[in-house]
């Protein structure tokens, strides 16, 4: 194990026993979209989720209407580079949107995390003072466990946060630097455009990153992990590369586009092993305006992808939820 594994391992485990604990769900009755990093900025050069935006509504209305939970995995606002009261002025018609998921109680279909790129949300009180109006009350998160039950029996436990948990620049600061990172880091780089070195935008370091998150995944018996962060699906523990070539030695086609599954496949890593323990939603701020997410439902789970104009859904991969839990036992 590396250094930067051991890093990441010994955040994660902190964070999974201090996570939330959701009641627990039957498999037949999950119905559930996760969707992470939107980055929405100020509309302006900057901003990654403008041309996602006619996508990420579609879907909107397409889960409303089919009755889904929307899980939305951190980094929905960009406030590294940009303040909170312009990116919420500038998107408060997707936060109506997303409203009704957060004012349903009976039941309950919102659920946030808290990201790196939107860390102001790890307090309540700015969350309270930004964005009270358009979450009905409901609190923001940074991980969340779930057990999955089949008729009672409990098939394993799915655990849901951000990714950035153990990451130099976008953990470590949280705790006594907090104040000298808002205060004083923010605004300089938001007045000089810095931007720090993340995995979406350093193939090295996201490899390194999506590695990290297996092996704690498949170290842990019983556990799913589903997580953002990276900008990059991963599928049963693959990266998008290993899954589409699975799917080809199933004799399976995967209908996605050209340019954008390349994109994907760059600078990818190979990740050991076939334990499906780690699932990653990829984003909702790619260059052609497409968004990808992972739909629990139906006793399945999907990779989809919202593209085109206007924007349809496709399926990108697909498995049994039963399955894979049996496999990581």
């Given at each position: 194990?590396?250094?930067?594994?051991?890093?990441?391992?010994?955040?994660?485990?902190?964070?999974?026993?201090?996570?939330?604990?959701?009641?627990?769900?039957?498999?037949?009755?999950?119905?559930?979209?996760?969707?992470?990093d939107?980055?929405?900025?100020?509309?302006?050069?900057?901003?990654?989720?403008?041309?996602?935006?006619?996508?990420?509504?579609?879907?909107?209305?397409?889960?409303?209407?089919?009755?889904?939970?929307?899980?939305l995995?951190?980094?929905?606002?960009?406030?590294?580079?940009?303040?909170?009261?312009?990116?919420?002025?500038?998107?408060?018609?997707?936060?109506k949107?997303?409203?009704?998921?957060?004012?349903?109680?009976?039941?309950?279909?919102?659920?946030?995390?808290?990201?790196?790129?939107?860390?102001l949300?790890?307090?309540?009180?700015?969350?309270?003072?930004?964005?009270?109006?358009?979450?009905?009350?409901?609190p923001?998160?940074?991980?969340?466990?779930?057990?999955?039950?089949?008729?009672?029996?409990?098939l394993?436990?799915?655990?849901?946060?951000?990714?950035?948990?153990?990451?130099?620049?976008?953990?470590?600061?949280?705790?006594?630097?907090?104040?000298?990172?808002?205060?004083?880091?923010?605004?300089?780089?938001?007045?000089?455009?810095?931007?720090?070195?993340?995995?979406?935008?350093?193939?090295?370091?996201?490899?390194?990153h999506?590695?990290?998150?297996?092996?704690?995944?498949?170290?842990?018996?019983?556990l799913?992990?589903?997580?953002?962060?990276?900008?990059?699906p991963?599928?049963?523990?693959?990266?998008?590369?290993?899954?589409?070539?699975?799917?080809?030695?199933?004799?399976?086609?995967?209908?996605?586009?050209?340019?954008?599954?390349?994109?994907?496949?760059?600078?990818?890593?190979?990740?050991?092993?076939?334990?499906?323990?780690?699932?990653?939603?990829?984003?909702?701020?790619?260059?052609?305006?497409?968004?990808?997410?992972?739909?629990l439902?139906?006793?399945?789970?999907?990779?989809?992808?919202?593209?085109?104009?206007?924007?349809?859904?496709?399926?990108?991969?697909?498995?049994?939820?039963?399955?894979v839990?049996?496999?990581?036992?």
């Open positions: 194990m590396t250094t930067y594994d051991a890093t990441v391992a010994k955040r994660l485990t902190e964070t999974y026993a201090a996570a939330s604990i959701d009641a627990g769900r039957e498999l037949a009755d999950l119905r559930l979209i996760v969707l992470s939107l980055h929405k900025g100020e509309r302006d050069g900057a901003d990654d989720f403008q041309a996602c935006e006619p996508a990420y509504l579609a879907a909107l209305d397409h889960y409303w209407r089919e009755g889904f939970e929307l899980f995995l951190g980094d929905v606002e960009e406030l590294w580079e940009s303040r909170p009261a312009s990116v919420i002025r500038e998107y408060s018609g997707v936060l949107q997303e409203l009704p998921f957060a004012q349903a109680t009976n039941p309950i279909r919102y659920t946030r995390f808290v990201g790196n790129h939107d860390d949300w790890y307090s309540q009180g700015q969350v309270r003072d930004y964005l009270g109006s358009y979450l009905a009350g409901q923001v998160f940074e991980s969340l466990r779930m057990a999955v039950y089949q008729q009672g029996q409990e394993g436990e799915l655990f849901f946060l951000h990714g950035h948990q153990g990451t130099p620049d976008s953990d470590h600061f949280a705790r006594l630097s907090a104040w000298a990172v808002r205060h004083l880091w923010r605004p300089f780089q938001r007045l000089f455009n810095v931007r720090s070195n993340t995995p979406s935008t350093s193939y090295e370091l996201r490899a390194k999506e590695l990290a998150m297996y092996n704690f995944a498949a170290s842990r018996p019983r799913v992990l589903f997580a953002g962060h990276t900008h990059h991963v599928w049963e523990g693959l990266s998008f590369e290993q899954a589409m070539q699975e799917m080809g030695v199933r004799g399976l086609e995967v209908q996605v586009d050209t340019a954008w599954a390349q994109e994907q496949v760059a600078g990818a890593v190979s990740l050991p092993g076939r334990k499906p323990s780690y699932f990653n939603s990829g984003c909702c701020a790619y260059s052609d305006g497409s968004i990808t997410g992972i739909e439902s139906g006793g399945e789970l999907r990779l989809v992808r919202w593209a085109g104009t206007p924007p349809a859904r496709a399926q990108v991969f697909s498995a049994s939820l039963a399955d839990l049996a496999a990581v036992a």
